[in-house]
């Protein structure tokens, strides 16, 4: 009996592989066009919990395929060469399967989350996913048949790096979208850069920025108030490389300009624009903004942005030259200090004669305990400004203990929606040259008027949402450059206040009444 009929050659096996890869691959291929565009909340909670599988699973074929190269790339090379590895199909079945599974849970993802509708992004991202997964197969059945012929195996070889190719662009594209478009290459030397076609690298972002600190009333409503708004809830995903919905917020212009819905704001008419509508829909509505799982705008941000579009939405009137309503005023108070970050630069880099280098170790040191938080007023002064806005409830008492020792340079402090209690701000009695003091929303009381009495240049004191009292209020008549003072939602009197504002006639006492 001859070898052929022992061994018959496995027609039978190849031709089923082929088939079998080619129905699978053009299922892949169909699958977009038959299901259509995302759905968002209108798939049931099964499809979504399965495609958030997807950044699990997508590392398997990775990989597999990443060490197949690394083997045929040694093997070519004729270092290294395992007969029965090199003849097993098994490492590329198994990749190419769970690239198939990659790719089916990242398209329920797809389906599931309504704000990837539009996103030329996501497009190229779940595309490019889909070519790799049929040039996976294709690689496989192609070795298969490699080596069962006996053939060479250059075409193979082909594929195979053909595929690892598409994988890297896909790969890239998956990165982009979670990361944004230049996240591989935004600290690339910058002749990599200019090869690419990217701008020239920002500055290196500082620990400590430098920046003037500006008044309430010398605040641009649209750059120092609404922009700062957009920028944390809604740029993220609205911006140059992630325009989801072709819709980008990082300028006026293009907020004007709007994306495939049309204008992004309608200048006179909040209920008009795009921005508004959206964030006011209900939760449950698809169209909802920013999307499920994304920190959604505070009611005191809103009312500043509805109020801002009714107005006319300018984008050159300071709050001090618009008619601002007091509750309006009063939300404005709530929003976390900005500093430019176009004249950031770090507290090593901040050579002035004024600011001396105990400062300047100070000031390093703050910053690296609270990323960001702590600004120098300018190049040219050693008067700083810190902010916990970015902290909020991780920020306590303890915590102000790293101010003490900069205490006496402090002309801003913004302490809102901390977990600060009186005793937090007793140790900050250091702070004689204290401005400016937040502690809306903290767990004050009227025991920390005493302390706040002992800084005499305050200007402007927020303290909304607290539990301080008529007793504790009318003892502020002793701060006498008291300018401004936010006492909404407070359990002030207004008997309380007209007395107080006998005593500081100059002074703006804003309780948050609505128009």
Not at 110 to 139: C, D, M, N, P
Not at 231 to 246: A, I, L, N
């Amino acid at each position: 009996m001859s070898n052929e009929q022992l061994n018959p050659f496995p027609w039978g096996r190849l031709w089923t592989i082929s088939i079998f890869g080619v129905l699978v691959a053009m299922g892949l291929v169909i699958m977009p066009f038959w299901v259509g565009p995302p759905h968002g909340e209108r798939m049931p909670d099964l499809v979504r919990f399965l495609g958030h599988f997807h950044p699990v699973i997508l590392h398997l074929p990775i990989g597999v395929f990443a060490l197949i190269l690394v083997y045929e790339l040694a093997a070519f090379v004729g270092r290294w060469r395992v007969a029965d590895l090199e003849k097993s199909t098994f490492p590329l079945f198994f990749g190419a399967a769970s690239a198939v599974v990659a790719v089916v849970a990242g398209f329920l993802l797809y389906q599931g989350e309504v704000q990837f509708k539009g996103s030329a992004l996501v497009e190229r991202h779940l595309w490019s996913g889909i070519a790799f997964a049929v040039a996976a197969i294709g690689t496989w059945i192609c070795k298969e048949w490699t080596f069962a012929c006996g053939i060479n195996a250059i075409f193979y070889r082909l594929l195979l790096f053909g595929s690892v190719g598409v994988m890297g662009f896909a790969s890239h594209q998956g990165a982009s979208v979670t990361h944004g478009e230049e996240y591989l290459t935004e600290y690339a030397p910058a002749p990599i850069r200019q090869l690419l076609g990217h701008k020239e690298k920002p500055t290196a972002k500082s620990e400590a920025v430098i920046a003037p600190v500006k008044s309430s009333q010398d605040q641009q409503l649209y750059a120092d108030v609404v922009a700062p708004i957009l920028e944390r809830r809604c740029v993220q995903c609205h911006k140059e490389g992630k325009s989801k919905g072709k819709f980008r917020m990082d300028s006026y212009e293009l907020l004007l300009r709007g994306g495939k819905e049309g204008a992004g704001i309608v200048p006179g008419n909040a209920l008009e624009s795009n921005i508004f509508v959206r964030v006011t829909l209900p939760k449950s509505d698809e169209e909802h903004m920013p999307p499920e799982g994304k920190p959604g705008l505070e009611e005191h941000e809103i009312a500043i942005i509805k109020w801002w579009l009714d107005q006319g939405a300018d984008r050159t009137k300071s709050v001090g030259e618009s008619a601002v309503p007091e509750n309006i005023r009063a939300a404005i108070a709530l929003l976390p200090t900005t500093a430019s970050a176009a004249a950031s630069k770090s507290p090593e880099n901040a050579r002035s004669e004024v600011i001396d280098d105990g400062l300047r170790l100070q000031v390093t040191k703050i910053s690296k305990a609270f990323p960001g938080a702590i600004t120098f007023e300018s190049q040219q002064s050693d008067k700083l400004a810190f902010t916990a806005a970015s902290l909020r409830a991780n920020f306590k008492d303890a915590d102000l203990k790293t101010l003490e020792a900069v205490g006496n340079h402090l002309t801003a402090l913004d302490l809102a929606g901390t977990q600060v209690s009186d005793l937090g701000v007793a140790q900050m009695a250091s702070g004689k040259n204290l401005k400016m003091i937040r502690l809306s929303e903290t767990r004050v009381t009227d025991a920390c008027i005493d302390t706040l009495l002992a800084m005499p240049e305050l200007e402007s004191v927020n303290l909304y949402g607290t539990k301080v009292t008529d007793g504790g209020v009318l003892k502020l008549s002793g701060l006498s450059r008291l300018k401004r003072l936010y006492l909404w939602k407070t359990e002030v009197s207004d008997g309380a206040i007209q007395t107080l504002q006998k005593s500081l006639p100059g002074c703006e006492i804003i309780r948050g009444v609505s128009p």
